[in-house]
């Protein structure tokens, strides 16, 4: 692209209007990058560094594999780059044939230098787009809000599951009965704590004394019983310690437990082996799930707890993060991983028994 028509398109821009026949200089250094439809100009978490200008074609902006929103010349993207030194929140993609200029942090900086009203310019760029991103999170927490409320409505045909029970002998059809009663009634707690989020409602977080032991039992014979990710792996359970009762919020263990579980399955072999180790050491209770799968890559680690963080390709980055939440900042305790990739992975997570012998209740 000729020198003139590169600073004739930049000046349609707020950011760069000032520009004039002085800053030649700097517009020739700006290195011109082309894409082809479909390549990504950068993706979330990568390293960033330097701010893009589109000149010609499409882009398409993901979160989370989701499109918010499409840019045509003139505009730029990844200003936020020359701000902080973080990485991209966002993945870029070309829609058609594209070509853009690379703006460097020096590259910015000098051109701030000589024009310190693009600033101002700059500032008007990101406040209107952070109130974009406000209203399209406002739409989506409603219609999120919605659907609970409506998810509400369709658990109550499941009140035919006591009939059934009443009416079937004990056999196999009445243990299904049972499971999927134990399952209706952990997802109404978990839509009526959905509900009170909705209505920025604090309800009570009860910590009630449980026996983990029995939680893991119940857990194997009940939601997890016949699951078909785990129907062609073996499960092994070890008590190497007695455990006392102690105080845990045992829904929420439950579903540690399951995404634990679920996970392993997912990364293991047909036949693969599955063991959950439960022990204790000094004042905690630890839990070990060990499986001979796949195994986490080293160099994605430290991303596997990060929200909406996932390899698979039907996987959202749920899982892990919530475990997170109940396990360090609901519980007190500690989650963690080692892997030796193709060996064996182990997730391990503990739980203070401090408050062995007495339940608590608090607002959160």
Partial sequence: MELAERLNLLQRLDLFESLNEEDRHFVAGLVEI??????????????????????????????????????????????????????????????????????????????????????????????????????????????????????????????????????????????????????????????????????????????????????????????????????????????RAPLPNFPFNRLEIRRVLTNLLLNAAQASPAGGVITVIVDQQGDQAVVQVKDHGAGVEAHIGDRIFDPHFTTKETGNGLGLASCRQIIEKNHGGVLKFSSVPGVETIFTFSLPLATAGRATEQSR
């Fill in 34 to 239: 082309e894409l082809k439809c479909g390549d990504f100009l950068f993706k979330d978490g990568d390293p960033a560094q330097d701010m893009f200008v589109l000149m010609a074609g499409k882009l398409e902006i993901q979160k989370l594999a989701k499109m918010i929103t499409c840019m045509e010349p003139v505009d730029y993207v990844g200003e936020m780059a020359l701000i902080e030194d973080k990485p991209r929140s966002a993945t870029v993609r070309a829609v058609f044939p594209s070509l853009l200029l690379k703006v460097s942090r020096p590259h910015m900086q000098q051109y701030l230098d000589g024009h310190p009203a693009a600033l101002f310019s700059m500032l008007r760029s990101l406040s209107r787009k952070i109130r974009h991103d406000t209203e399209m999170i406002a739409q989506e927490f409603e219609k999120a809000n919605i659907l609970i409320h409506d998810m509400k409505n369709f658990l109550t045909p499941l009140l035919y599951l006591d009939l059934l029970a009443r009416d079937t002998p004990p056999g196999p059809a009445r243990r299904y009965i049972e499971v999927m009663q134990k399952c209706r009634q952990h997802l109404t707690e978990l839509v009526a704590e959905a509900l009170a989020i909705a209505k920025r409602q604090a309800l009570p977080y009860i910590k009630e004394r449980h026996s983990l032991p029995d939680l893991l039992t119940d857990l194997l014979t009940n939601e997890l019983y016949g699951h078909p990710e785990l129907a062609d792996k073996v499960l092994r359970t070890e008590l």
